[in-house]
């Protein structure tokens, strides 16, 4: 099964992506788990949101997944990093589908099938 990073190093590529990939990727990515903690914080109650939203930014990446795991499960976390994760990258493909040359947009279209294949 391809990672997230592997599956948008290759959408880099096929668009032709100048700058650093490992950056955006890298910066995608926070961009993620950052939605996936909304997700799951916000429809607490103001006070456990308030306390857990203080653990989480003075926490270290692996720290946060645990602190996730022990008051979300490691289901609902999944989940909700999937969600995010999902709205994210078809807002980005959104974004970008009207720059692409028709060349980038057919590679993209058959990339995104063959992943959406592969994960059936």
């Known amino acids: 099964m391809l990672s997230p990073t592997d599956i948008l190093y290759s959408i880099l590529e096929i668009i032709d992506y100048g700058p650093s990939k490992e950056k955006f ?10 939605k996936t903690i909304i997700l799951l914080v916000s429809p607490l109650e103001e006070q ?15 720290e946060i997944q645990q602190i996730l795991y022990s008051n979300f499960g490691k289901t609902q ?17 959104k974004d970008i589908v009207s720059t ?6 057919k590679n993209l279209q ?8 592969l994960g059936k």
């Open 25 to 34: 990727i890298n910066q995608f990515l926070i961009f993620c788990y950052k």
């Open 48 to 62: 456990k949101r308030t306390i857990l939203t203080r653990q989480l930014l003075t926490s270290s990446p692996e």
């Open 77 to 93: 976390t999944e989940e909700a990093l999937q969600t995010a994760s999902s709205e994210l990258f078809q807002d980005y493909i």
């Open 100 to 105: 692409l040359s028709q060349t980038q947009r």
């Open 110 to 117: 058959v990339y995104l099938e063959s992943i959406a294949f």
